[in-house]
């Protein structure tokens, strides 16, 4: 999917879960979202068969844009076996008949939470994130008009204080997840809750991102070769977590977002797929000793920033 195969799809015949009428509306949002990069389009967001706050957002995105060559893959925190990410993949493959993939390589459209696949993706695919606070600046203000005066006047003052008290406070920005970054020079925007890691995979990117927010009814995007740049200091750089010395323990993975497998106090890759493909033939979770319970109970978010 591309961002001309997207303008292209319009009106084309009916398909998956959504009414033609509801595609074109959010196929519409989405373009403009696409015109005014990091820009939140506000949507008629429907209601879904999963509640809201559980990648409603996402999915409406995912099936505005959908076609029967497509592949999907779904993503919750790295794992394609997630809770929500089966249930989301389930009614996707359901409603439109679609294969489904676990390879990153393979699907056209990744719909996902929290995490951007560690393969790096290509301009052929788009990438579908849901996100559950699409509003930047939320945590500095709450009146919605201030809001989009702010973002009009590109006043952006109060968010730089924001982070400026945080490294003041606490020595290091401890904002770990939803990192703000400014696209295209001109709007701040929510990264939706992957962490810092994956910020960087979105600056000058080749493939088109959607973000949907289905609670709060608004779409944004970054469409390829857009600037992303995460909000930094000049003598403070913007930092990636990295934990000296870890590894992964199933395929030896460094240059990865590690999680901590906190019963054997070790670490894995969060990206599965990813992890699975790198592992030697023969080799795998068997070789670690690690009972699969203790594999699923390793948790996100874990890694420390570095030089913190
Ligand atoms: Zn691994």
Redesign the pocket.
Known sequence: MTVAALAASAGTGEFGHLDEQSKREIRCALLTAVAVPGYQVPFASREMPVARGWGSGGLQVTLAVIGPQDTVKVIDQGDDAGVNAANLRRLIVGCTGVPDTTDAREASIIQTRHRIPEEPLRPDQVLVLQVPVPEPLRGVERDMRELRRMHAESDYSRIWVSLYEDLVRNGVITQSTGYPVLVGGRYVMATSPIPRWDVPKLHQAPFLSLFGAGREKRVYAVPPHTSVEPLAFEDVAFQVERTEGAS?L????TE?YLVEVPASKGW??SDTD??ER??PPGGGAGETGLPGAELAGASGNARDVADA
């Open positions: 992964c199933l395929c030896g993975a990865a894995i890759c990813w992890c790198r592992r």
